[in-house]
């Protein structure tokens, strides 16, 4: 059993290689699954997490959100471990799910800016706006440069017509991610609005 259980360790390890450098990601993927099934005792979480980024980088958001939560039952403390979840749930567009584990993550670590700004954008693209200013806003208050919260901000603030505030925040936007049709868009509306 013991030589059974390290031959499966070792193809985990060297699936997981494959899988940051792999030219077909989805081989690899399988290829860790299929280690990690093989092992009878209990991987670390960051085995699972480290899949679950994998199958959120080929868009399958389902399968990685049963990596987190495996990850999380080895880790249930882990602010990464809910805020990955949530991020998966959040492109499932699985609103009220991404909430809840954003807001685990938050109970765990309060200033974790990537599950404050999560939770921004889930509050953002459900319509609350105001909140997600405010949840942006707490999220650079830890990483002044985080663009995905500058990006949300200033999205949300134009969301609420508050152009002029929002300006600043398209540009900063723009700065950290040139090639963001987002922004560049985002800018082009929120400066029209200000002409017209």
């Given at each position: 059993?013991?030589?059974?259980l390290?031959?499966?360790r070792?193809?985990?390890?060297?699936?997981?290689t494959?899988?940051?450098?792999?030219?077909?990601?989805?081989?690899?993927?399988?290829?860790?699954e299929?280690?990690?099934?093989?092992?009878?005792?209990?991987p670390?979480s960051?085995?699972?997490?480290?899949?679950?980024?994998?199958?959120?980088?080929?868009g399958?958001?389902?399968?990685a959100?049963?990596?987190?939560?495996?990850?999380?039952?080895?880790?249930?403390?882990?602010?990464?471990?809910?805020t990955?979840?949530?991020?998966?749930?959040r492109?499932?567009?699985r609103?009220?799910?991404?909430?809840?584990a954003?807001?685990?993550?938050?109970?765990?670590?309060?200033?974790?800016?990537?599950?404050?700004?999560?939770?921004?954008?889930?509050?953002?693209?459900?319509?609350?706006?105001e909140?997600?200013?405010?949840?942006?806003?707490?999220?650079?208050?830890?990483?002044p440069?985080?663009?995905?919260?500058?990006?949300?901000?200033?999205?949300?603030?134009?969301?609420?017509?508050?152009?002029?505030?929002?300006?600043?925040?398209?540009?900063k936007?723009?700065?950290?991610?040139?090639?963001?049709?987002?922004?560049?868009?985002?800018l082009?509306?929120?400066?029209?609005s200000?002409?017209?």
């Amino acid at each position: 059993m013991g030589e059974e259980l390290a031959g499966a360790r070792a193809k985990l390890e060297e699936a997981l290689t494959a899988l940051r450098e792999a030219d077909a990601p989805p081989a690899a993927v399988r290829s860790a699954e299929l280690a990690l099934a093989a092992l009878d005792a209990k991987p670390r979480s960051d085995a699972y997490m480290s899949v679950g980024l994998a199958l959120e980088d080929e868009g399958r958001y389902d399968v990685a959100c049963d990596f987190y939560l495996e990850a999380l039952q080895r880790e249930p403390t882990s602010a990464m471990g809910w805020t990955n979840l949530g991020e998966a749930r959040r492109k499932l567009h699985r609103w009220g799910a991404a909430l809840d584990a954003y807001d685990k993550a938050l109970e765990h670590q309060p200033t974790y800016p990537w599950a404050l700004a999560g939770r921004a954008e889930a509050l953002r693209m459900t319509g609350r706006a105001e909140q997600a200013v405010t949840g942006f806003e707490r999220a650079l208050e830890q990483a002044p440069d985080h663009a995905f919260a500058v990006l949300g901000l200033a999205a949300a603030l134009s969301e609420l017509g508050r152009q002029r505030h929002a300006l600043p925040w398209w540009e900063k936007a723009i700065a950290l991610q040139p090639d963001s049709g987002f922004a560049s868009d985002g800018l082009a509306r929120c400066r029209k609005s200000l002409e017209g």
